[in-house]
């Protein structure tokens, strides 16, 4: 079955930039950009970095840009997986300016047990909206253990 259904009549393999059909060598080249990010992001880490929604898309076109046109970029397509319908995709610059104004630019607490709940939140705020055509999971990771 399809990972994400934007219609019945998708395919499992995504038009990407590579030119890439083969799921294995997709997976390959997914894995690396986010790897690839998560060591640039690391490095420029900062403790004034602002995790803010620009941050956020350019978190998602660092790692994916490389493969895919839309990285970086809210999902053009309503998506569901499993049999549930994401938000659909028309409402996503709202629901994403309200996630920056309610969950990003919240204060992290400097309490241990306050700040994991906050980022298990935010970590699950995200991964509900679902902002992107692929790689929300691995964005939300990244941008947990970033803001940790």
């Given at each position: 079955m399809d990972k994400y259904r934007a219609s019945a009549h998708e395919?499992?393999?995504l038009p990407n930039l590579l030119d890439?059909?083969?799921?294995?060598?997709i997976g390959l080249a997914e894995f690396e950009?986010?790897?690839?990010?998560?060591?640039?992001?690391t490095e420029s880490l900062t403790p004034t970095t602002?995790?803010?929604l620009r941050y956020l898309l350019e978190m998602h076109r660092l790692a994916l840009g490389h493969l895919y046109a839309?990285?970086?970029r809210y999902r053009e397509v309503n998506i569901s997986k499993g049999g549930f319908?994401?938000?659909?995709?028309?409402?996503?610059p709202a629901s994403m300016q309200q996630f920056e104004q309610e969950w990003l630019r919240e204060s992290?607490?400097?309490d241990r047990g306050a700040l994991l709940d906050r980022v298990?939140?935010?970590?699950?705020?995200?991964?509900f909206i679902h902002p992107f055509r692929e790689g929300n999971g691995r964005t939300a990771r990244l941008l947990a253990n970033l803001i940790l």
């Open positions: 395919s499992e393999i890439l059909t083969d799921v294995t060598a950009g986010f790897l690839r990010a998560d060591i640039v992001l602002k995790f803010t839309f990285a970086g319908a994401f938000p659909a995709a028309r409402f996503l992290l607490s400097a298990g939140a935010i970590h699950g705020k995200l991964l």
